[in-house]
């Protein structure tokens, strides 16, 4: 590289890769309410989780799924976080019901290319509500005969699930509030936020 680029990249408005100290562009909007995870926590906490899978999965690298659209933001952080050669699959789901919560009847939008058979997979996961879509996901992956399968969901909202979710990895158990950010939308709003806030604008019939 040469020596005028490397500068350029680490001019200041850069510092620390991010774009920190940049005016904060979500600032004002009367729709957001409180940081739930800052930034700086997040990135933390998936560095963590990324060492965790690393130290479980040496000699038999994991499959990463993840659920479209939410998790994208969380599994490219979590794949970069993990030290072993991951493959990296996705897939979409729709679930009936209102913009903000779930009926628990969940249909697959977009499936899997991969092969599930024989393969460690790890479904990545960006929030955990009622659990209903996890219950779905995890019988119609189980019955694709993994030789594994464990969820790293980034975030579990306390007091929601009915019954007990059987989850490896969480990232963080936050309150039941609506929240984006970090990949999390609401009418595909605010997916870009660098941190998680709960959201307090009207919910969007859909
Ligand atoms: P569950 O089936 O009730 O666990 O809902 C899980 C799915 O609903 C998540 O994967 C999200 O796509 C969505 N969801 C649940 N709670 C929230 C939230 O607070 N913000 C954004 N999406 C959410
Ligand atoms: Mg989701």
């Known amino acids: 590289m040469s020596a005028a680029v490397a500068e350029d990249l680490s001019s200041p408005w850069r510092a620390g890769g991010r774009s920190t100290g940049a005016v904060d562009p979500w600032a004002d909007d009367p729709d957001l309410g409180e940081?739930?995870?800052?930034?700086d926590v997040l990135d933390k906490r998936v560095s963590q989780l990324g060492?965790?899978?690393?130290?479980?999965?040496?000699?038999?690298?994991?499959?990463?799924?993840?659920?479209l659209?939410?998790?994208?933001?969380?599994?490219?952080?979590?794949?970069?976080?993990?030290?072993?050669?991951?493959?990296?699959d996705v897939m979409a789901v729709a679930s009936y019901g209102s913009a903000t919560t779930t009926s628990g009847?969940?249909?697959?939008?977009?499936?899997?290319?991969?092969?599930?058979?024989?393969?460690?997979v790890v479904v990545v996961e960006d929030i955990v509500d009622?659990?209903?879509?996890?219950?779905?996901?995890?019988?119609?992956?189980?019955?694709?005969?993994?030789?594994s399968l464990e969820v790293c969901a980034l975030l579990v909202k306390e007091g929601r699930q009915p019954?007990?979710?059987?989850?490896?990895?969480?990232?963080?158990?936050?309150?039941?509030?609506?929240?984006?950010g970090y990949g999390l939308d609401v009418a595909e709003r605010y997916r870009n936020l660098p941190d998680v806030?709960?959201?307090r604008g009207p919910v969007p019939v859909d």
């Open 69 to 88: 659209k939410g998790a994208f933001v969380f599994m490219s952080d979590l794949a970069r976080a993990i030290r072993l050669p991951v493959e990296v």
């Open 51 to 67: 060492d965790e899978i690393t130290a479980d999965y040496g000699g038999r690298p994991p499959l990463l799924v993840g659920v």
């Open 130 to 147: 009622s659990g209903l879509t996890l219950s779905y996901l995890r019988r119609s992956l189980l019955a694709r005969q993994p030789a």
């Open 35 to 39: 940081i739930v995870v800052a930034e």
């Open 163 to 180: 019954s007990k979710l059987d989850l490896r990895y969480v990232g963080f158990h936050v309150p039941p509030d609506f929240v984006v």
């Open 105 to 120: 009847v969940v249909r697959i939008v977009k499936d899997l290319d991969s092969d599930l058979t024989g393969r460690h």
């Open 197 to 199: 806030r709960v959201y």
